[in-house]
């Protein structure tokens, strides 16, 4: 199975801020790579697919890039509503795997 | 407007069953693969399965292999999950998930989620 690792697991910064989140694969997995925020109590959403494709309603504040083992996703400027947990997904085999979440929290 | 309603969800004791079911409109369901993921209280996205739109290919995790079953019904618009044999570690949000029709098929829109409580 691939195990994607996130980095880091617990993030704080403040509004307008620009922050990195990284997620590692075990082995390559091309650009078969998927990013998802979830605010509490709600459903996954989908911001960024093929390792760098923003979803159709995405804001443009979001950017992923990254092929192979190693991808980041970034947000430019943090807006309020962008404190969540943020989860990496690989779909390049089965099983499917997700990271272990990274919390983003306000400073 | 693509739509995901999820039922079923419960108490059920250990060594139980219970079956989830996903009521879906607003896209043509029979041409779009689907899953289920869950979520223990406070943990994080565990995939569990997924069905392509004709059904005829599934694929599990290995936490539930050979006691969930997914399935579906393209005449109804509804996806299922056979969940038999439960644990106490099945205790989860379980979501259904449309996968977008182009690869590498990402999960591009889920339902609210139905919670199973797996108790002794």
């Known amino acids: 199975d691939i195990q994607l690792t996130q980095s880091p697991s617990f993030l704080s910064a403040s509004v307008g801020d620009r922050v990195t989140i990284t997620c590692r694969a075990s082995q390559g997995i091309s650009s078969n790579l998927a990013w998802y925020q979830q605010k509490p109590g709600k459903a996954p959403n989908l911001l960024i697919y093929s390792a760098s494709t923003l979803q159709s309603g995405v804001p443009s504040r979001f950017s992923g890039s990254g092929s192979g083992t190693e991808f980041t996703l970034t947000i430019s400027s943090l807006q309020p509503e962008d404190f969540a947990t943020y989860y990496c997904?690989?779909?390049?085999?089965?099983?499917?795997?997700f990271g272990q979440g990274t919390r983003l929290e306000i400073k | 407007e693509v739509q995901l309603f999820e039922s079923g969800g419960g108490l059920v004791q250990t060594g139980g069953s219970l079956r989830l079911s996903c009521a879906a409109s607003?896209?043509?369901?029979?041409?779009?693969?689907m899953s289920w993921v869950r979520q223990a209280p406070g943990k994080g996205l565990e995939w569990v399965s997924l069905i392509s739109g004709s059904g005829g290919s599934t694929h599990y995790a290995d936490s539930v292999k050979g006691r969930f079953t997914v399935s579906r019904d393209n005449s109804k618009n509804t996806l299922y999950l056979q969940m038999n044999s439960l644990r106490a570690e099945d205790t989860a949000v379980y979501y259904c998930?449309?996968?977008?029709?182009?690869?590498?098929?990402?999960?591009?829109?889920w339902g609210q989620g139905t919670l199973v409580t797996v108790s002794s």
């Open positions: 607003g896209f043509n369901f029979g041409s779009y693969g």
């Open positions: 997904q690989q779909l390049n085999s089965s099983p499917i795997t």
């Open positions: 998930a449309k996968r977008r029709v182009t690869a590498p098929q990402p999960f591009d829109y």
